[in-house]
């Protein structure tokens, strides 16, 4: 079974410092991960997806992720962090080929960006 | 940008009493989801849909629980006899494949059953 851990609730960083929202995974064979911001009363926005490829991925408003396979890891980052990224954040994944097409996602973890 | 749209945002019903939650997906897309997440929760899969009929569902997605796409727009979720767990957020996503590509989430409806 494919899982997803995110082992912070709650991140706080300081508006302008780098920040990192951690998650790693489990998952059969070869991974596909996302990342997915949540904001209030808003439904997910998908930032970015690790298909194949480069490790380190590009995605909406700045973020990156860099897809470690050794340490099964998925961490979401941004060299800057804005107030206005304070949201809530969700790691998912999915078997690249085989099984289920249904991404399984964490249990979020909630950014703080303090001005 | 083309969004999927969830209508109510909120539905409060009583416990035993059905509910209709509507989803409209973006119009291209081929594949419909829905998820929960109960508060405090992680997101959780439901059911997918394509081709107008269920692809997978989880364990959770039991006989109270029915889909339909009753018309090329519309994807609802009815939930026939509504019981306190079940209040939660729920979630329509809607993707042109189910492969690689990310899923289009709505803004969700609260259902809160007392």
């Known amino acids: 079974a494919q899982s997803v851990a995110q082992p912070e609730d709650q991140v706080n960083v300081a508006e302008g410092n780098p920040l990192t929202v951690k998650c790693t995974y489990s998952v059969s064979g070869n991974p596909y991960l996302f990342w997915y911001v949540q904001y209030p009363n808003r439904g997910l926005q998908f930032l970015l997806k690790y298909i194949t490829g480069d490790n380190l991925v590009k995605g909406s408003y700045g973020f990156e992720a860099e897809f470690n396979k050794s340490q099964t890891s998925f961490h979401l980052k941004k060299p800057s962090a804005l107030v206005s990224d304070s949201a809530l954040y969700f790691c998912?994944?999915?078997?690249?080929?085989?099984?289920?097409?249904?991404?399984?996602f964490g249990r979020g973890t909630s950014l703080i960006v303090h001005p | 940008e083309p969004e999927v749209t969830q209508t109510p945002s909120h539905q409060v019903t009583q416990m035993g009493q059905e509910v209709i939650l509507r989803c409209v997906p973006i119009s291209n897309h081929l594949y419909f989801y829905w998820y929960r997440q109960i508060l405090g929760q992680k997101v959780e899969f439901l059911v997918s849909?394509?081709?107008?009929?269920?692809?997978?569902k989880s364990e959770i997605f039991d006989d109270q629980f029915s889909v339909e796409r009753p018309d090329g727009s519309n994807f609802t979720l009815k939930i026939r006899s509504t019981k306190l767990e079940d209040s939660a957020m729920y979630f329509c996503a809607s993707a042109w494949t189910s492969g690689s590509y990310e899923q289009y989430f709505g803004p969700g409806t609260r259902l809160t059953v007392t």
């Open positions: 998912a994944v999915r078997a690249a080929s085989g099984g289920s097409y249904i991404p399984t």
């Open positions: 849909f394509y081709n107008n009929e269920i692809s997978e």
